[in-house]
């Protein structure tokens, strides 16, 4: 969700490698995934593999606060379907679901509904680096 132009509320963006070979990715600070659905209607493919190899290291696993998920509506149940396996396997909310690449309006609850998420957070949590 780069429209979300994050930069400007001074939240840090990551993207997981693509690739199995890629460097991984290490977080070591609070954040919120933002995660794709895939697998076409199949729930047990919607989280993405990439996904999965970031969260199976324990470290990054730790620092997840909440996830955000897009989907298909076409897809019934397995609409934003990532988003809930990921919040129950993580054990975090699940904030937020949009359709597809997003609205401009689900822009502006991402980016608004992020800022007062990590605002708040940081009354209550130390920040690390």
Not at 20 to 28: K, Q
Not at 82 to 102: D, H, N, Q, W, Y
Request: hydrophobic residues 40%; contains cysteine; charged residues 25%.
């Amino acid at each position: 969700m780069e429209s979300c132009r994050f930069d400007e509320l001074n939240i840090a963006t990551y993207r997981i490698p693509l690739r199995a070979g890629d460097e991984p990715l290490a977080i070591r600070e609070p954040y919120v995934l933002i995660v794709p659905t895939y697998g076409g209607g199949v729930v047990a493919k919607a989280v993405p593999p990439q996904v999965k190899r970031f969260l199976n290291d324990p470290d990054n696993r730790a620092w997840i606060r909440g996830v955000i998920a897009s989907g298909n509506t076409n897809f019934g149940e397995a609409y934003g379907a990532a988003g809930r396996i990921v919040s129950a396997k993580c054990k975090v909310p699940l904030l937020f679901t949009f359709e597809l690449m997003g609205t401009p309006e689900d822009v502006r609850k991402t980016r608004d509904g992020l800022a007062r998420f990590f605002a708040q957070r940081q009354s209550h949590e130390p920040h690390q680096h």
